[in-house]
């Protein structure tokens, strides 16, 4: 599967994005989403993860009541609805695809992966 990250800019503290990610090739509601993100010299970060069939989301604890993950398999994309943003949040944001049964936070276990999108919260 192909996933194509879009959606990310600059934004004030306390504003709010809404990152898409657009998937092709294959089916896409065989695969769990998940959001990564990563700061230069900083490894990648676990964000929010969402089953196949929406049962599940999971969160970082460090986004845990600002950011929803979601999905729409009948149009083949996943969301990530950044509420409340903060200077720290500022990172290049990736999608990416598992094709294991249950929502993992590890990077490892993901097969495909966006591009990333760069988010940058000025204060």
């Known amino acids: 599967v192909q996933l194509q990250a879009s959606g990310g800019g600059l934004v004030q503290a306390g504003g709010s994005l809404r990152l898409s990610c657009a998937a092709s090739?294959?089916?896409?509601?065989?695969?769990?989403l998940g959001w990564f993100r990563q700061d230069p010299g900083k490894e990648r970060e676990f964000v929010a993860a969402?089953?196949?069939?929406?049962?599940?989301?999971y969160y970082a604890d460090s986004v845990k009541g600002r950011f929803t993950i979601s999905r729409d398999n009948a149009k083949n994309t996943g969301y990530l609805q950044m509420n409340s943003l903060k200077p720290e949040d500022t990172a290049v944001y990736f999608c990416?695809?598992?094709?294991?049964?249950?929502?993992?936070?590890?990077?490892?276990?993901?097969?495909?992966w966006g591009q990333g999108t760069q988010v940058t919260v000025s204060s």
């Open positions: 969402i089953s196949r069939w929406v049962g599940s989301r």
């Open positions: 090739g294959r089916t896409f509601s065989d695969y769990v």
């Open positions: 990416a695809a598992s094709r294991s049964p249950y929502p993992d936070l590890a990077s490892e276990k993901y097969d495909y």
